[in-house]
Nanobody, 113 residues
Framework: QGRLVDSGGGLVQPGGSLRLSCAAS????????LKWFRQAPGKEREWVAT???????YYADSVSGRFTISGDNAKNTAYLQMNSLKPEDTAVYYC???????WGQGTQVTVSS
């Protein structure tokens, strides 16, 4: 079945950067599209970004131009580079593999001064 492990979250000031990681085990993450989602307190989980197996990427309007999704086949890990962070980016971030609907456990990102 395989699993995903999210990491890299933390507390950062507005305007700062973080890089989230999504480490895959039990399968090659590049064999399926992979997405990042986030869920803020009291809100529904929302889609953030997608990495297709051919390398194409897609972003929610709210993060386009600030976030970058990528993957490293050698490390079997996907990343979400987040720049120019805003307080409204505060949420728990999850990666998800479409094939098999496999989710990471989530990592907390807090943007606050």
């Amino acid at each position: 079945q395989g699993r995903l492990v999210d990491s890299g979250g933390g507390l950062v000031q507005p305007g700062g950067s973080l890089r989230l990681s999504c480490a895959a085990s039990g399968f090659a993450f590049s064999t399926s599209s992979l997405k990042w989602f986030r869920q803020a307190p009291g809100k529904e989980r929302e889609w953030v970004a997608t990495l297709i197996s051919n390398g194409d990427t897609y972003y929610a309007d709210s993060v386009s131009g600030r976030f970058t999704i990528s993957g490293d086949n050698a490390k079997n890990t996907a990343y979400l580079q987040m720049n120019s962070l805003k307080p409204e980016d505060t949420a728990v971030y999850y990666c998800r593999r479409d094939l098999g609907d496999i989710w990471g456990q989530g990592t907390q990102v807090t943007v606050s001064s």
